[in-house]
């Protein structure tokens, strides 16, 4: 279902991005590119600590504090919720292909 509205919305969804500035690019590409930042986010075998910043929450380990801010807000889902996106996005990538 998301699939077939995201196809019905498509002339609107790339009027809109060539609007915004990408006037000779495919918003498809654009899309499946972010599919794969977020399929490549490492997923960790258990919570991840974070420390308290005086503005917001930071990840301990730098390794994940230097990741996409992408990567990182699935990181804050935790393991079990990362792999189930995961799923959902490949199911999404394949209907798009």
Same mark, same amino acid.
Not at 41 to 49: F, K
Not at 55 to 78: C, H, I, N, W
């Given at each position: 279902v998301l699939v077939e509205n995201y196809e019905l919305f498509k002339p609107l969804v790339q009027e809109a991005y060539a609007e915004i500035g990408y006037p000779e690019s495919d918003f $498809?590409? /654009?899309l499946l590119d972010a599919i794969e930042v977020a399929l490549d986010t490492p997923v960790p075998d258990g919570l991840v600590q974070v420390e308290d $910043?005086?503005?917001?929450? /930071?990840f301990a380990d730098d390794s994940y504090e230097? %990741?996409?801010a992408a990567q990182?807000? %699935?990181l804050r889902m935790g393991p079990d919720n990362i792999q189930r996106v995961k799923d959902k996005l490949r199911e999404i990538r394949r209907a798009l292909q």
């Amino acid at each position: 279902v998301l699939v077939e509205n995201y196809e019905l919305f498509k002339p609107l969804v790339q009027e809109a991005y060539a609007e915004i500035g990408y006037p000779e690019s495919d918003f $498809d590409n /654009t899309l499946l590119d972010a599919i794969e930042v977020a399929l490549d986010t490492p997923v960790p075998d258990g919570l991840v600590q974070v420390e308290d $910043d005086s503005v917001m929450y /930071t990840f301990a380990d730098d390794s994940y504090e230097s %990741l996409p801010a992408a990567q990182k807000q %699935l990181l804050r889902m935790g393991p079990d919720n990362i792999q189930r996106v995961k799923d959902k996005l490949r199911e999404i990538r394949r209907a798009l292909q």
